[in-house]
């Protein structure tokens, strides 16, 4: 009977654990890293890069998303430089994301008066400036062995683009369209300004996903252009396929001058997406390179 009773308890036990590892929170370590290549970067040395991506991989990041490889006119890797950097990267035991063409005027350009008249040729253009990257990558890729798990679009979906289902579905099936044109799957981040409510938002998003990208939502912790309630919010209401990318800075600059940033731990979050962390800029082992001292961008 003592037995029994034993047998019994022990099954009791197990099942409420199962249930616990079913149902609690899931909180994943930050293994994607995002980078965005400047100009002043050439300046690093194979040594220091070696430094940088070492010491990203023993403070558990796996993956390194580099934004862009094309920053309007000015193609990143003239004298290769981040070519080099990626190939150590990857002997480092990182998974590389690359980032294609980035408009350096993207943020100005949405604002324009009349810009929704203009959006669907303005995105179309941004894409198959994307699209002819790509295209270029892919031998010099090939060259120096490097291997490309993914590919990032550099243009971000801002809230304040989406605000009608028209929009939002055509630039659906143009991301689609682009991504089947491409040999690894397309990655894209996301962020909110209030335009949409959280449940609109999380539906654009996850028919985004559905589409077979890559969705990461930009939690907006460092530039703060939302309360943390209404961040909250939005966050409470993504599908678990969305990532989050966690701001890791603190806007030390005001409205009126030059973007300028400081390293800040970045939110914790216990839940189920896969989370990222924005940026290497800000990383506290980088800062012993000169290159690396951000001051603005």
């Known amino acids: 009977m003592k037995l029994r009773l034993h047998k019994s308890k022990l099954i009791t036990f197990a099942i409420y654990v199962?249930?616990?590892?079913?149902?609690?929170?899931?909180?994943?370590?930050?293994?994607?890293?995002?980078?965005?290549?400047?100009?002043?970067d050439s300046r690093i040395s194979s040594s220091d890069w070696s430094y940088v991506w070492r010491e990203a991989y023993r403070n558990q990041y796996r993956t390194i998303v580099i934004q862009w490889t094309q920053f309007g006119d000015f193609l990143i890797d003239q004298e290769e430089w981040l070519l080099t950097s990626l190939l150590i990267a990857?002997?480092?035991?990182?998974?590389?994301?690359?980032?294609?063409?980035?408009?350096?005027?993207?943020?100005?350009?949405?604002?324009q008066a009349g810009w929704e008249d203009r959006f669907e040729e303005y995105w179309t253009s941004l894409q198959r400036r994307s699209l002819s990257l790509h295209s270029k990558l892919l031998p010099l890729l090939k060259e120096r062995e490097i291997e490309v798990v993914g590919w990032y679009f550099p243009s971000e979906l801002s809230d304040r683009l989406f605000t009608t289902i028209g929009r939002r579905r055509l630039t659906q099936n143009q991301l689609q369209l682009m991504s089947q044109r491409l040999n690894k799957p397309l990655h894209i981040s996301a962020y909110n300004l209030g335009y949409l409510s959280p449940n609109a938002n999380a539906k654009w998003l996850s028919g985004l996903q559905d589409i077979g990208l890559h969705v990461w939502w930009q939690d907006g912790a460092g530039v703060k252009d939302l309360p943390e309630p209404a961040l909250q919010a939005y966050f409470n209401q993504l599908p678990c396929d969305v990532g989050i990318v966690r701001e890791a800075f603190i806007q030390a600059s005001s409205s009126e001058t030059p973007f300028r940033a400081e390293y800040s731990p970045p939110k914790e979050y216990e839940s189920c997406h896969l989370t990222g962390v924005f940026s290497l800029r800000y990383m506290p082992w980088v800062q012993s390179i000169p290159a690396f001292k951000f001051k603005s961008q």
């Open 90 to 111: 990857q002997q480092e035991g990182l998974d590389l994301i690359v980032g294609l063409y980035a408009d350096p005027s993207f943020s100005q350009t949405i604002l």
């Open 18 to 40: 199962f249930l616990f590892v079913l149902f609690a929170p899931v909180s994943r370590a930050s293994e994607i890293l995002f980078y965005q290549p400047l100009k002043g």
